[in-house]
Nanobody, 115 residues
Framework: QIQLVQSGGGLVQAGGSLRLSCAAS????????MGWIRQVLGKEREFVAA????????YYEDSVKGRFTISRDSAKNTVYLQMNGLKPEDTAVYYC????????WGQGTQVTVSS
């Protein structure tokens, strides 16, 4: 079994930066594509970014391209989401995911961007 524990997030002004971390325990997440998904209260979850199991390929939702960077450190069994140039519309609860919808999920982290 894999447990994903998130850290980071919080309140930041528009234009600011935050870094989210997702540390895995129990088993290595190296074989899995890892991703970040966000959800605004009352709306469906939205894909943000994902990184391949090798770390060589990253995928981004169009609105975050050029502002967010996903990365993984296999030695630390951790995935990161560096968020720069934050906008109020980035406000959401962010979830770390490994292995897709039926895989493993972090506990969620609130990111609030004030205008």
């Amino acid at each position: 079994q894999i447990q994903l524990v998130q850290s980071g997030g919080g309140l930041v002004q528009a234009g600011g930066s935050l870094r989210l971390s997702c540390a895995a325990s129990g088993r290595t997440v190296s074989p899995y594509t890892m991703g970040w998904i966000r959800q605004v209260l009352g709306k469906e979850r939205e894909f943000v970014a994902a990184v391949s199991w090798t770390g060589a390929t990253a995928y981004y939702e169009d609105s975050v391209k050029g502002r967010f960077t996903i990365s993984r450190d296999s030695a630390k069994n951790t995935v990161y989401l560096q968020m720069n140039g934050l906008k109020p519309e980035d406000t959401a609860v962010y979830y770390c995911n490994g292995g897709g919808a039926t895989g493993y999920w972090g506990q969620g982290t609130q990111v609030t961007v004030s205008s």
